[in-house]
């Protein structure tokens, strides 16, 4: 079965670091971009971020110099590296893949003193 | 990058057609067939309905269908269903080599 499974959300404060993990399962990682999506809630889909299989990465103006996006093909996974956390950057985070034809769960990050 | 515009929502009875737009600019859904519509029900993930304009993945319904004019894209429900009640987004390549969403149009089945 075609799976991704997010990790890593939580409670940060304001300015603090968090990183997420996407782990991939039932087809060739190596062989897709992966992006990162998220939602805050009541609101609607704000793309986050991207990695091509050459590790090839691109980000919006928002997260740009914040966040890092970076995979690992033996572990099938991809992460978020996310610093500088803003109230703003609360939301649940999806991991998807290629043409957004897959979807993990989501995995939630909340940003609050 | 500003999100594609897309309208608040959309209504119809059962059995109906409805059309929901989503309009950008020339540097991303005028510019590249790589437009994509989504389905999202509450508390769930997305759903890929149509991707490059108007390709339907494997077990999506043909009742779903997406075409594109120029800046504006636009995602067609024909037989309306209960089920088809959901919020609905557009997403564009775009020239800056990143991805947009469309501000979500919520569909509401009378």
């Known amino acids: 079965e075609v799976q991704l499974v997010e990790s890593g959300g939580g409670l940060v404060q304001p300015g603090g670091s968090l990183r997420l993990s996407c782990a991939a399962s039932?087809?060739?990682?190596?062989?897709?971009?992966m992006h990162w999506v998220r939602q805050a809630t009541g609101k609607g889909l704000e793309w986050v971020s991207a990695?091509?299989?050459?590790?090839?990465?691109y980000y919006p103006g928002s997260v740009k110099g914040r966040f890092t996006i970076s995979r690992e093909n033996a572990k099938n996974s991809v992460y978020l590296q996310m610093n500088s956390l803003r109230a703003g950057d609360t939301a649940v985070y999806y991991c998807t893949r290629g043409s957004m034809d897959v979807w993990g769960q989501g995995t939630t990050v909340t940003v609050s003193s | 990058q500003s999100a594609l515009t897309q309208p608040a929502s959309v209504s119809g009875s059962p059995g109906q057609s409805i059309t929901i737009s989503c309009t950008g600019t020339s540097s991303d859904v005028g510019r590249y067939n790589y437009v994509s519509w989504y389905q999202q029900h509450p508390g769930k993930a997305p759903k890929l309905m149509i991707h490059d304009v108007s390709n339907r993945p494997s077990g999506v319904s043909n009742r779903f269908s997406g075409s594109k004019s120029g800046n504006t894209a636009s995602l067609t429900i024909s037989g309306l269903q209960a089920e088809d009640e959901a919020d609905y987004y557009c997403s564009s390549y775009t020239s800056s080599s990143t991805k947009v969403f469309g501000t979500g149009t919520k569909v509401t089945v009378l």
């Open positions: 990695i091509g299989t050459a590790g090839d990465t």
């Open positions: 039932g087809f060739t990682f190596s062989s897709y971009d």
